[in-house]
């Protein structure tokens, strides 16, 4: 229903309440059990087990468990306990694999619930006749509540009462500020939201005077719930790396199916027993095994998760693994303006002394003349600012006025001591008619009247000053988007006795005045010259004005000479294609609504960027749900803004956006690099087992021995490799455009040469042993030695696109340790006796030993990749990023 259209009693008689007693804890019952609590519904949590078996839904892993059940129904057949150690190996991988999946999800939305707080957690309620506070979340409609400075408004509310009422609405509509209420102004049917000044709605905070109100609506009937709503319309969607990895999975799986088929019938063709289809079958087998590399999602999440935490420390909590890569991806960031780039707190920063030729800058060492200004506008404000236990000042009430306080405290003033010193005895309360406040303090023993407001209105009731040079610096404050004020004073010998406008606000002296705005953050400045020299489109949307938003963008360096501003008017008028067009050389959009922010960031998702949003407000949500990143604000951000987002910042710092920016796209670099080392290597078995089998008809590596290879050789240093630190110059790159394949840029052909060079190296010491030498458990020892040993090497090598001597051979310490323990592992099942049966390796031990110098020769070989490597990066076949700087 229209309430705010409602007149008041009619509008009471339809809740069915009393606005003196408010309702009884009956009725209370009554409709809690009807209509539930005062919360925005939240999506049902997936269990732990809907989680654990999301984790197998990868083509790779499913690929892997089928090769699992085969090798354990032929263990069966065959009655030879040593066979399920394979598929035991097999499976144990892959739960691994899906365990730290589902810890680290959990890990996250835990940490994502510890940041959780109600915006408005307790209510100042009267029932029964009777005040008292209660948890937010027990109101009902027809609740009778009691709204004072500072509270948060805990559900949609029309005003029964009010005095001097302000509501900070910018969470809802975007206004950096206040909306002036009032309990008996008649709101038209179709009012928007900022114009239904009789209404206060949930989520937003009472920063100026006090008021009685009943409530309307609760949960998600509020206008918080149904813009929550919205968010039911937008489509999750897949990051770039969940993308390109599900992609990557099909490809694998369709290469090994292959590759088992030509090798399965080759074999079956040759085969005369039922011992050597077996043979043929497992070596099938061995060969899927080979081609999927089955330690790359555990991994991949393992480097993800390390950014999760790497994030933590610098105050970002990510919802979602793939969100770290997506952000370092990003190309375009639109971000709200209040809160997020502001510091959503109005600051003094320019005044006006009368009779003064310029302005002043607002410091802590003010003159004289300006100090006593401050200290009369303090002295005439309601608002004030108290220091908690940690020191970090509060701001409570109108802040326009807070900003008048902080700037006399600054200056030396506190509020207390100047009330103590000049006594409040009566005075005026601000109105929107008069647009001023008035108040009589004793000072001295002098009767002292100081009147502030808008200078339209000072103007009218001066009779000293020079107001047409002051009338000036209004226009010069206003044109660089300040929100000035004016303040008067006269001095008069006896309280009047009747205390009006009308007696008090008339023959003033002028006395200057104060410019405030609601500044940009320190930090945001050189955010967004990092965010423009990598290669980053920085975006303001906002509900505030235009003029404001745009000079603030154009103090921060978002709005550069060539750029574009508009309103939400504007694009409304626009078709889609229209937009498109002119996406690029828009940097502000003012007085944009919720729908409005969807259509700006599809649009640049149409040119194939990749978008992240960021904001705090509930009017943010739908645009962070459909950005490829949303980024909500820890303090100030709402409920509804953090479950639609991605990250979260627990600082509210735009700055720590750059940082996530950076380590974004240093954790996809490393697991890129982790790809290419785990997809080279694994193709140098495919490689060595397809040939080996068309030459020689016998598998040069047993299944047993691949998977130990792709366990403790592959997924350790592939571990500590996605742990390198971001290299330098990461932020002097464009980013990768959203349709760039993993494998572009000659990346992919590299890939498959390192693998030809490892399947050949191991292919000729596989010849070695099993032709020259004449056994094949030779041949499978040295090729088990030459291909473990050189994937160790090559994690080095895949360190950097530079020479691993510029960068230090072994900087990289996890690295160092998880190569010497995948060596030492290797060494286990080489040299020690009994494990190397177990595996079918040859013994360098007793009759029949394998020389020493074979171990030797493979060693050797293993030594070769590292050389060609260097020699490939010398004479520029391996180029760094930093040669593709932004021009």
């Known amino acids: ?40 519904k939240e999506k049902k949590k997936k269990t732990f087990a809907q989680r654990f078996f ?51 999800e959990s890990k996250a939305e835990k940490a994502l619930d510890a940041l959780k707080n109600m915006s408005s957690p307790h209510a100042k309620v009267i029932r029964d006749g009777k005040e008292q506070i209660i948890e937010s979340s027990m109101l009902v409609v027809g609740d009778v509540i009691k709204l004072e400075a500072g509270d948060f408004v805990p559900a949609d509310a029309r005003l029964i009462s009010s005095t001097a009422l302000k509501a900070e609405e910018s969470a809802l509509t975007g206004e950096s500020v206040p909306s002036e209420k009032f309990h008996d102004q008649p709101v038209l049917e179709k009012a928007p939201l900022g114009d239904r000044t009789n209404m206060v709605f949930s989520g937003c905070s009472i920063t100026y005077g006090t008021a009685t109100a009943i409530v309307t609506a609760t949960g998600m009937d509020t206008e918080m719930g149904k813009i929550a709503n919205l968010l039911s319309g937008e489509a999750e969607t897949k990051t770039p790396l969940q993308q390109k990895l599900a992609s990557l999975g099909k490809y694998l799986g369709i290469v090994a199916l292959t590759a088992c088929a030509i090798i399965f019938i080759i074999g079956f063709i040759n085969a005369s027993s039922k011992e050597e289809y077996m043979d043929v079958f497992m070596t099938a087998v061995s060969l899927a095994v080979s081609a999927i590399p089955e330690g790359l999602p555990a991994i991949v999440t393992i480097v993800l998760s390390i950014g999760v935490q790497r994030m933590v420390k610098k105050n970002a909590i990510i919802r979602r693994l793939p969100a770290v890569e997506t952000l370092g991806s990003a190309s375009v960031i ?16 320019k005044t006006y002394l009368d009779g003064n030729s310029g302005l002043d800058t607002v410091n802590a060492d003010m003159s004289q003349e300006n100090r006593r200004m401050l200290n009369y506008g303090t002295l005439c404000s309601d608002g004030s600012v108290v220091a908690d236990s940690d020191g970090i000042y509060k701001h409570i009430g109108d802040p326009t006025e807070t900003a008048i306080v902080y700037a006399s405290l600054i200056n030396g003033f506190s509020k207390e001591d100047l009330f103590n010193n000049n006594p409040r005895l009566n005075g005026v309360p601000f109105d929107s008619d008069r647009k001023l406040m008035s108040v009589i303090v ?34 010069k404050m206003s044109s660089d988007s300040l929100r000035v004020l004016a303040i008067a004073y006269k001095y008069i010998d006896a309280i009047p006795s009747e205390v009006t406008s009308a007696t008090l606000e008339n023959n003033l002296t002028f006395m200057g005045l104060v410019g405030m705005i609601d500044p940009p953050r320190p930090e945001a400045k050189k955010a967004v010259a990092i965010c423009r020299k990598a290669g980053i489109k920085p975006v303001m949307i906002t509900g505030d004005h235009i003029v404001t938003a745009t000079a603030i963008a154009k103090e921060i360096g978002i709005y550069v000479d060539g750029d574009f501003a508009i309103t939400g008017a504007e694009l409304d008028t626009w078709t889609d294609t229209e937009l498109d067009e002119k996406v690029e050389s828009i940097s502000v959009y003012a007085r944009v609504s919720p729908e409005n922010k969807i259509r700006i960031v599809k649009a640049w998702q149409r040119k194939g960027k990749v978008v992240s949003m960021t904001g705090d407000g509930v009017n943010d949500a739908p645009a962070l749900k459909a950005a490829d990143i949303g980024c909500a604000m820890g303090i100030t951000g709402t409920d509804v803004a953090k479950g639609a987002a991605d990250m979260t910042l627990t600082d509210d710092n735009f700055a720590t956006i750059v940082d996530a920016v950076k380590e974004g796209r240093g954790i996809y670099a490393n697991i890129k690099k982790v790809v290419g080392f785990l997809l080279g290597t694994n193709i140098g078995e495919v490689v060595l087992v397809f040939i080996a089998m068309l030459l020689f008809n016998v598998s040069p590596l047993l299944s047993m021995q691949l998977l130990w290879i792709n366990l403790v050789t592959d ?119 009994g494990v190397n049966t177990i595996f079918g390796l040859a013994s360098p031990y007793g009759a029949g030993a394998m020389p020493y110098y074979m171990y030797l020769i493979s060693l050797g070989l293993a030594i070769v990749p590292l050389i060609i490597m260097e020699l490939a990066k010398a004479i520029g076949l391996v180029k760094h990023h930093s040669d593709k700087k932004i021009k």
């Open 1 to 40: 229903m229209n309430y705010h259209h409602q007149p008041l009693e009619e509008a009471i008689k339809n809740l069915t309440s009393n606005q003196t007693l408010g309702l009884t804890q009956e009725e209370v019952n009554k409709r809690l059990a009807t209509n539930g609590p005062n919360k925005l």
């Open 54 to 104: 999301e984790q197998f839904k990868d083509v790779m892993i499913l690929i892997l468990i089928a090769a699992a059940i085969v090798s354990f129904v032929i263990a069966c057949i065959e009655k030879n306990p040593m066979e399920f150690f394979e598929p035991a190996l097999i499976l144990l991988i892959v739960i691994i694999n899906a365990v730290m999946g589902v810890m680290q």
């Open 334 to 349: 639109c971000s709200d303006k209040t809160g997020t780039l502001t510091q959503n707190r109005m600051t003094l920063v």
């Open 442 to 475: 004793k000072e001295n023993d002098k009767l002292l009247v100081i009147t502030k407001g808008a200078f339209d209105s000072i103007e009218k009731i001066c009779t000293s000053g020079d107001l047409a040079t002051a009338k000036n610096y209004v226009d």
């Open 715 to 833: 997924s350790f240093p592939a571990i500590a490799l996605g742990m390198e630190d971001v290299e330098n110059g990461v932020m002097d790159v464009p980013p990768k455009p959203k349709n760039e394949g993993l494998f572009a840029h000659g990346f992919g052909v590299r890939i498959v040469l390192q693998g030809f060079m490892f399947g050949g190296l191991a292919l000729l010491a596989f010849f070695i042993g099993f032709k020259v030498y004449g056994d094949v458990n030779f041949g499978r020892t040295m090729a088990f030695i030459t291909l473990s040993c050189s994937q160790v090497i090559h994690s080095f090598n895949m360190r950097s696109e530079r020479s691993i001597f510029k960068i230090g051979p072994f900087s990289n310490k996890k690295l160092n340790l998880a190569a010497l323990g995948s060596l030492l592992l290797v060494a286990l099942v080489v040299l020690v006796p």
